[in-house]
């Protein structure tokens, strides 16, 4: 190796190790001039990839993809963002602290800590967001939009309390001695194993519960009294202030249910799922619901402002399960009812005419 | 900027397979390079756009035809190249901002360079591969990583002496490798 070249590959290397002076590198490119593979490889080193230069050439590869390759991506369905939850077992079981893994803009993974002091952790979800977490115990929870879950300190040692605020899919671990206890604004929901959906958004003023597998005790408190009711797989129980009758499934179970304004319904089983938890796996889910219930929801899952301007819209029924990216696919398909729905857009805020 | 060359396994992948992300990922990397090269002969930021965009979209579009095209990234500098003067054949002069220029003031452009410096990255890739374990992930981790010595060698558990050894040991070996 000639002296020039040992010289070359030592300059090189203090490039790498970032402590080349000016004249070092004034020298490194005089003893490279001319010569293209010695050019090459100091290119080669110091090349790095401008991520804003990523960003421009994907935005001009959507812009001027053909319109059969983006038909084609549409009929294949969105892949589930939710992650195999053996796996997250296991990294559950490696992290010490804290572990965040987001696996997309909008999925976290939790992991309790110990460290925190406060006697209450909080998790919450805004608008247009979910969260799913795994709690000490095992127990795995999706969090709805705009929902909060307070966990007591001491979760899965001496107890298993939290609170919900919204809606929550719970995957409950098995543990008979420490019975999990989940309070809502007008219910206290007792489970020692088992998988649900409750929903308990302060402003729809009802509790829903839709009980997928086990046994869950719901123990309701209506001022002085307290009841308790208990649910099989296949059921849903609504608690509402106002007065709502549902199909009830057993009619001795109605009258008493009546009196404390509760509904006891059959959940909408479909696929073995209650369509109430579809939004675990990325589904927007209608049923049979008002114009104004819907908007409610949509604003919560795509976090835009919905405003229904003609009060005859406000009671069209509608029922239908979605997987679209924008609010406004949504809305383009409950155009296509034929009923005569319009909308604008202006900034966030969606006005339906 | 350098051109990333497209592997004849990812070529087969594109043109029999139909693989799109395998085409979008060359698409990505290599955009800005071809973009720049057209507007070194069109000093025209929009046109420039549209030419280096067609022109990588012909990739995709020739289909199995693409298996025939022996260097890819030949084909698609003579194709901007052609395409660009075509249109300056058409086109009326135009008014060019100052600030537009300096941005793509770079004249390493020249098809032949970027070729050649393409070819030297496809190599030295390959000898990467075949460096010892450690080495190449001290190298990596300083490379790619844009670690410094010392962080890499916390990262790997290791001095930041035997880190430093690596890196001369890659350098001289990936320098050697390109050089023969």
Not at chain 1, 342 to 351: G, H, R, V
Not at chain 2, 42 to 57: G, K, Q, T
Not at chain 2, 155 to 174: E, G, Y
Request: proline share 2%; glycine share 4%; net charge neutral.
């Amino acid at each position: 190796m000639s002296n020039t070249e040992e010289h070359y590959l030592f300059l090189i290397n203090k490039l790498l190790h970032g402590d080349i002076t000016k004249a070092e590198s004034e020298e490194l490119m005089r003893l490279s001039e001319g010569d293209i593979v010695r050019l090459s490889f100091i290119k080669y080193l110091t090349s790095s990839v401008d991520t804003s230069d990523l960003l421009e050439a994907e935005i001009v590869y959507e812009k001027t993809k053909p319109n059969d390759l983006i038909q084609e991506e549409t009929i294949i369905p969105a892949p589930s963002k939710i992650i195999n939850s053996s796996r997250l077992y296991k990294i559950a079981s490696i992290a010490a602290a804290i572990v965040i893994v987001a696996f997309s803009s909008i999925y976290y993974f939790y992991y309790v800590s110990e460290s925190a002091n406060d006697d209450w952790q909080y998790i919450s979800t805004n608008r247009g967001e979910r969260k799913f977490l795994t709690l000490k115990d095992g127990t795995e929870v999706w969090l709805n939009n705009e929902s909060e879950l307070k966990v007591l300190k001491g979760y899965g040692e001496e107890h298993r309390r939290m609170e919900l605020k919204g809606e929550g899919y719970f995957s409950v671990a098995k543990n008979p001695k420490l019975p999990l206890l989940i309070h809502t604004k007008d219910t206290e929901v007792k489970v020692i194993g088992t998988v649900f959906n409750l929903s308990a958004y302060p402003e729809s003023g009802a509790t829903t519960t839709s009980l997928i597998e086990g046994k869950v005790s719901l123990k309701i408190e209506g001022g002085n009294h307290t009841k308790e009711i208990i649910m099989n797989p296949g059921d849903q129980v609504r608690i509402s202030k106002a007065n709502i009758e549902k199909n009830a499934a057993d009619l001795s179970l109605k009258e008493l249910i009546l009196k404390e304004a509760v509904s006891y319904t059959k959940a909408d089983v479909k696929d073995d799922k209650v369509s109430d938890m579809l939004w675990v796996d990325n589904k927007l889910v209608f049923n049979n619901l008002t114009l104004s219930e819907i908007a409610v929801k949509l604003g919560r899952w795509y976090n835009k402002e919905i405003i229904i301007q003609k009060d005859e819209l406000r009671d069209l029924s509608f029922s239908g399960t979605f997987q679209e990216k924008e609010c406004t696919q949504v809305l383009d398909i409950l155009k296509k009812t034929n009923l005569k729905i319009n909308y604008q857009l202006k900034n966030d805020t969606i006005y339906i005419h | 900027m350098i051109l990333t060359t497209l592997s004849s396994e990812n070529k087969s992948k594109i043109a029999l397979k139909r693989d799109e992300a395998i085409f979008k990922s060359y698409f990505i990397k290599n955009y800005k390079v071809y973009e720049k090269y057209a507007f070194g002969i069109l000093n025209d930021r929009f046109l420039a756009e549209d030419v280096a965009s067609e022109i990588i979209w012909k990739i995709w579009h020739l289909g199995e035809d693409l298996m025939h095209v022996a260097n890819v990234e030949q084909y698609i500098l003579k194709s901007i190249k052609n395409k660009c003067l075509n249109m300056m054949r058409v086109r009326k002069p135009i008014f060019v901002e100052n600030q537009d220029l300096l941005d793509y003031a770079d004249n390493s452009l020249n098809p032949e360079k970027l070729m050649i410096e393409s070819q030297a990255v496809a190599r030295i890739q390959q000898a990467i591969s075949e460096l010892p374990e450690k080495t190449k992930q001290a190298f990596l981790l300083v490379k790619e990583e844009k670690m410094t010595y010392k962080e890499a060698a916390e990262s790997m558990n290791i001095s930041p002496k035997t880190v430093d050894r690596h890196i001369q040991n890659a350098v001289k070996k990936l320098f050697n490798f390109l050089k023969s």
